[in-house]
C-alpha cells in the first residue's frame, strides 16, 4: 500500500513569491492534515481537510491556505513568501474515525 | 503557550537498557496521545497511541503509559535497541473534536549506544 506522497520534495523561492505544495494521501483516507517544521517552533499544525472541507485551522496567517479536491488529494499554498517560512512542511492523512496519522516525507521549502 | 511539553531534549542508553522518555501535557481537552519517532529528512513515523480511557498500552517493545491526574505520559522502549536512535514526539489530540489536528511536544532525541 502506498504512503502519503508530497510533491515537490526540495524547491528554494525567493521573497515574495508564492509557492504550492502537493499531498496524496494513503489510498482510502479521506482526512488529510497539514504541518510545518520549524527547528525553533517544532512542529505545528497548520489545517486539516475531510471530503474537501476544512475542518480545523491552525494559528497561521491568511497567507497559508489549503485545498481538497474529490479524490482527497490536498494541495496547500503560500503567497508572499518571507523568511521565516522556510521549513518542513508535512502532510498526514488518516481514517476518519481513528487518531493514527500517516505522515509524508515531507516538502523542504527555502525562501531567500 | 506550550501545551505538551517533552523537558528531555535529549536522553542517552546503552544498547539492552530500558530507555523512558517523558511528556506533560497542560490541555484537560486531550483524550487521544501519541508517540512519533523521526528520522532526519523524513516524516515521523507512528509508534504507539493512547486513549484517555486506558493507563496503559503495549505494543512489542514499546509501552506508553498515562496519569491523567497528573497530566504526564512515558515511553518505555524495553530493550533499546540502537536502531531506535531518532527523534521522538509526543501528541495530543481532542478527539471529540478532530483526530488530525495534533499538537506535538518538542521532540526528545533518543540516542542507544551499542
Known amino acids: 500500500k502506498a504512503g502519503v506522497t508530497q510533491t515537490p520534495r526540495y524547491l528554494i523561492k525567493t521573497r515574495g513569491q508564492q509557492v504550492t505544495l502537493s499531498c496524496s494521501p494513503i489510498s482510502g483516507h479521506r482526512s488529510v492534515s497539514w504541518y510545518q517544521q520549524t527547528p525553533g517552533q517544532g512542529l505545528q499544525f497548520l489545517f486539516e481537510y475531510f471530503s474537501e472541507t476544512q475542518r480545523n485551522k491552525g494559528n497561521f496567517p491568511g497567507r497559508f491556505s489549503g485545498r481538497q479536491f474529490s479524490n482527497s488529494r490536498s494541495e496547500m499554498n503560500v503567497s508572499t513568501l518571507e523568511l521565516g517560512d522556510s521549513a518542513l512542511y508535512l502532510c498526514?492523512?488518516?481514517?476518519?474515525?481513528?487518531?493514527?496519522?500517516?505522515f509524508g516525507e515531507g516538502s523542504r521549502l527555502t525562501v531567500l | 503557550d506550550q501545551q505538551v511539553k517533552q523537558n528531555s531534549p535529549s536522553l542517552s542508553v546503552q544498547e539492552g537498557r530500558i530507555s523512558i522518555l517523558n511528556c506533560d501535557y497542560t490541555n484537560s481537552m486531550f483524550d487521544y496521545f501519541l508517540w512519533y519517532k523521526k528520522y532526519p529528512a523524513e516524516g515521523p513515523t507512528f509508534l504507539i497511541s493512547?486513549?484517555?480511557?486506558?493507563d496503559k498500552n503495549e505494543d512489542g517493545r514499546f509501552t506508553v503509559f498515562l496519569n491523567k491526574s497528573a497530566k504526564h505520559l512515558s515511553l518505555h522502549i524495553v530493550p533499546s535497541q540502537p536502531g531506535d536512535s531518532a527523534v521522538y514526539f509526543c501528541?495530543?489530540?481532542?478527539?471529540?473534536?478532530?483526530?488530525?489536528?495534533?499538537?506535538f511536544g518538542q521532540g526528545t532525541i533518543l540516542t542507544v549506544h551499542p
Open positions: 501528541a495530543a489530540s481532542a478527539a471529540t473534536t478532530s483526530y488530525g489536528k495534533l499538537t
Open positions: 498526514a492523512s488518516s481514517l476518519p474515525s481513528t487518531g493514527e496519522l500517516f
Open positions: 493512547i486513549s484517555s480511557i486506558k
